[in-house]
Nanobody, 130 residues
Framework: QAQLVESGGGSVQTGGSLRLSCATS????????MGWFRQAPGKEREGVAM????????TYADSVKGRFTISQDNAKNTVYLQMNSLKPEDTAMYYC???????????????????????WGQGTQVTVSS
């Protein structure tokens, strides 16, 4: 079965950067939805950044637009989340997820319908301090 493993989390100060990686096995990321979700204590899990790897379509939560970038490396079956200008509000457990795509006018991957992502990683912690 498909397996996703996140890495790259850690602790940084406000304004710092981190690059998260999601390595997959027994799963091709080509022409599928790959997403990054995060969950902080007392908060619901929220979609942060998604990419439809077939065309490179991306979507981001408003709170991270201009700061986070999701990208793919098909040869390595890996997706990344480059996080710049980090804020304390970004502190959360970050999860990688994979699932099918449902494209309509350039929008393919949901940030809210978590049930559309059948494969999930174990999570990696990101902590941003002042």
């Amino acid at each position: 079965q498909a397996q996703l493993v996140e890495s790259g989390g850690g602790s940084v100060q406000t304004g710092g950067s981190l690059r998260l990686s999601c390595a997959t096995s027994q799963y091709s990321i080509n022409m599928t939805c790959m997403g990054w979700f995060r969950q902080a204590p007392g908060k619901e899990r929220e979609g942060v950044a998604m990419i439809y790897t077939g065309r490179g379509y991306t979507t981001y939560a408003d709170s991270v637009k201009g700061r986070f970038t999701i990208s793919q490396d098909n040869a390595k079956n890996t997706v990344y989340l480059q996080m710049n200008s980090l804020k304390p509000e970004d502190t959360a457990m970050y999860y990688c997820a994979a699932g099918p795509s449902y494209c309509s006018r350039g929008y393919c991957c949901s940030r809210s319908r978590t049930y559309e992502y059948p494969y999930w990683g174990q999570g990696t912690q990101v902590t941003v301090s002042s």
